[in-house]
């Protein structure tokens, strides 16, 4: 088993290449993260989960949807910077 090879491997759950979406030993989805798929010949696909108050990359902003940051986490919102 290789951890961060992009594959399911043996008793892994999650293995996206090391690109942050998985736990580092490949037992599950990293924190602020959603992961599906990943067979052995695929990687798992995981995406940031905006809204959830956890900054991960790509996102740049989550304030749980109180309206500071952009509907996408992409930054903060216009009301946010002028405030």
Known sequence: MICGNGRIDGDEKCDDGGLGGCLK???????????TGGTQTSPTNC?????DGIVVPPELCDD?????CLKNCSGPSIVSKVI
């Open 25 to 35: 030993d490949c037992s599950g989805e990293a924190r602020g993260y959603n992961c």
């Open 47 to 51: 995406t940031a989960i905006c809204g």
């Open 64 to 68: 749980e949807n109180q309206g500071s």
